[in-house]
């Protein structure tokens, strides 16, 4: 660490005493994200912009960013510990994820001195909200299957894109995409990729919404018709856009972990609240019952196990210690002690999970809907199958899986209904 920056435990302090002066309570809306309606929606995206603008001026914005960016130039030390002050008060939670990981961390690590210095600032402020426009309908696990092309204009030296993403998550209000487009179909699918920026709310891009088996809507499905992207707005080289994808991968696993993201962590974080899988049995009239004493027990180990395998990973990936394909163990645990905690509070709620109350579902959540979206913890940020993948192949160096495509012209490759160019 630079001898010019402030101690950590000093900026430890002056955090504290901030945050405890300038920040309210964590907000429901902050922990599992679902408003209402669309108008609680906006009003909690105007919140967060302008909670990322109090940040800013206090200078505590972008604590792992370079400072010609408008960041802070601090290590993920300080950030760490600004985040374990955080726990329990509101913060911009509609900016962590995507707009700081992947979005703005790829921006960083990937995008021209021209493009950071327009785009960083402009997050760090809260003027610019990013989504990530991978998946597209015939399939998302394939990333570097996209069948969205770009084309460049030779007379403007401009690229038109055409073609169709999904699941992008809050694209109907998000500012800024970033994109993976084919620009090359005669070379293998990893050849012909290009990354570019495109503004989202323009009449061009048709976005739609897609409604969740919980009633939530914030996924979207996105048509491209003629976008027009100005040379300026490609962030990697033309067909060379695999590599930033490579870094964008590993930013999507990393999620919430990164040293990008702020947001409260650590055990302390629902301190001032019983935790839920108590509240849960305590309502079942179930707290004497040896099977739920055990059952909130695994709970809570896999709720410690989760916080320790997440610390330890990412200070392996600040101290540049091991291969950034251990984001993939995270990821892969993250997927599925979800599942089993969901499954837990099920089991504890019984048949009270099948009914509850609006003051039920404000203060604990309900357990059957939670169960019954279990399985998205599993797939959004990547599925845990291909976290699975990617540690047998790439952490223990097992034989790839057979492919078909390998080597083979992106044109070539057989691609059902909803991928044929
Ligand atoms: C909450 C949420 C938010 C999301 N947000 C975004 C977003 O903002 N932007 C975006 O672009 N996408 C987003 N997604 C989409 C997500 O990235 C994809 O759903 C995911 O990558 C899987 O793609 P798919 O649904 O097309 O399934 P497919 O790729 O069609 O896969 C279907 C099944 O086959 C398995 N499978 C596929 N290939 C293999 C293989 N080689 N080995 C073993 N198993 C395999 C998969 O694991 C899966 O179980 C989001 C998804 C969710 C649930």
Not at 15 to 32: E, K, M, T
Not at 266 to 294: C, H, M
Not at 360 to 376: F, H, I, K, W
């Amino acid at each position: 660490m630079s001898d010019d920056l402030e101690p950590v435990e000093d900026f430890r302090r002056r955090a504290r005493a901030w945050i405890q002066a300038n920040l309210g309570p964590v907000q429901p809306w902050d922990l599992d994200q679902n408003c209402e309606n669309d108008a609680e929606e906006l009003k909690a995206v105007a919140r967060d912009r302008a909670l990322q603008r109090k940040l800013h001026d206090a200078g505590f914005a972008g604590l792992c960013f370079p400072k010609e960016y408008g960041g802070q130039g601090l290590t993920p030390a300080h950030h760490r510990a600004f985040c374990e002050e955080l726990a329990g008060h509101e913060f911009p939670s509609r900016f962590a994820v995507p707009t700081f990981s992947p979005c703005a961390s790829i921006i960083l690590e990937c995008g021209t001195a021209e493009q950071k210095a327009r785009h960083l600032p402009a997050i760090l402020r809260g003027d610019e909200v990013w989504s990530q426009l991978l998946s597209e309908p015939g399939g998302g696990s394939d990333v570097a299957g996209a069948t969205t092309s770009a084309v460049r204009d030779p007379a403007t030296g401009d690229w038109i894109i055409n073609g169709s993403k999904v699941w992008t998550s809050r694209a109907w209000w998000a500012d800024w995409g970033l994109i993976l487009a084919r620009t090359n179909w005669n070379v293998p699918k990893h050849q012909g990729l290009t990354v570019f920026m495109v503004p989202l709310q323009q009449p061009s891009i048709e976005i739609r919404r897609i409604e969740r088996l919980n009633g939530e809507s914030e996924a979207c499905e996105e048509f491209f018709t003629d976008v027009r992207v100005p040379d300026s707005d490609r962030m990697s080289e033309i067909d060379g856009g695999w590599t930033v994808g490579q870094r964008w991968m590993y930013h999507e696993r990393v999620g919430h972990n990164s040293p990008w993201v702020l947001r409260p962590v650590g055990l302390k974080q629902n301190e001032s609240k019983e935790p839920t899988l108590v509240a849960v049995a305590r309502r079942a009239g179930r707290l004497d019952d040896p099977a739920a004493r055990e059952l909130i027990g695994e709970g809570q180990a896999l709720k410690i196990v989760t916080h320790e395998l997440q610390r330890r990973l990412a200070s392996a990936a600040a101290s540049g210690a091991g291969n950034t394909d251990l984001s993939s163990i995270d990821r892969l645990f993250r997927g599925l002690a979800g599942v089993r905690q969901a499954t837990i509070a099920l089991e504890l709620a019984g048949g009270q999970a099948a009914a509850w109350s609006e003051e039920e579902e404000a203060d604990t959540g309900s357990q059957g809907m939670r169960y019954l979206m279990r399985q998205v913890t599993c797939i959004g940020g990547g599925t845990t199958e291909i976290a699975r993948n990617v540690i047998a192949e790439r952490v223990l160096g097992m034989p790839r899986e057979p492919s078909g495509d390998k080597g083979v012209p992106f044109r070539d490759v057989p691609r059902g209904p909803s991928r044929k160019t």
